[in-house]
């Protein structure tokens, strides 16, 4: 395996990390948010749930519209959407506005997860995929305990809209790296619904699916 592709799983770990914290960040803003936009905190807290909501419809839902496309391509693209997402959401006029951005955001979380977080199988050799994996899942500790934590503090010093800003950066720069470092990536097959629904018959996938919505409730 190309010595390269660990350089990808890296890179993947970052694409990771701006997801995450692109999910979470508005958790930490409400009050920031919500009286500017002229909105309750209550409802400010759509900008939260609803990325998540089409992030988990995105990640069936894009693999399966993205047929043939290389993988590479698709991360990419979805990279971008983040980027756009964003700043969308820094400039947002009004609440309207933003909420639209965040469903943005949502399919790019979905869609990014659903190819990203396999990836490693693609990048190196099968008795280092479970380290490759671990960088590339490494992303989701650093957004949980660097990324939203200096994201909330930024947009309470200097503002909410500043914070999505940094965020729109930082995805801007996952792009670079995404176009440098990942690999084609072509696609063998084509994703069909009617093999989602068969992976409901696989009892590996049916107790992971049971195990984290026991977590999350």
Do not use: H, K, Y
């Amino acid at each position: 395996m190309e010595r390269e592709r660990w350089g990808a799983a890296w890179v993947a770990m970052v694409g990771v990390f701006v997801v995450v914290v692109a999910e979470q960040l508005p958790i930490g803003l409400l009050i920031q948010i919500s009286p500017e936009l002229r909105v309750t905190e209550g409802a400010a807290g759509l900008s939260v749930t609803i990325p998540s909501v089409i992030a988990g419809v995105a990640a069936l839902v894009v693999p399966v519209v993205a047929g043939r496309l290389d993988r590479r391509v698709l991360l990419i693209a979805l990279m971008i959407l983040m980027t756009a997402a964003n700043v969308a959401s820094w400039v947002a006029p009004n609440f309207e506005v933003l909420l639209l951005s965040r469903v943005f955001v949502g399919i790019g979380i979905g869609g990014f997860w659903a190819i990203g977080g396999g990836l490693a199988v693609r990048l190196v050799a099968a008795p280092n995929v479970p380290e490759a994996t671990a960088i590339i899942f490494a992303g989701v500790a650093a957004a949980n305990v660097l990324g939203v934590p200096l994201g909330t503090m930024l947009g309470t010093q200097l503002g909410w809209r500043l914070a999505f800003a940094a965020l729109g950066a930082a995805a801007l720069v996952s792009l670079v790296c995404l176009i440098v470092a990942l690999p084609p990536l072509a696609a063998p097959t084509p994703v069909r619904p009617q093999l989602l629904l068969d992976q409901l018959g696989n009892r590996d996938v049916a107790v992971g699916l049971i195990a984290t919505l026991r977590g999350a409730a």
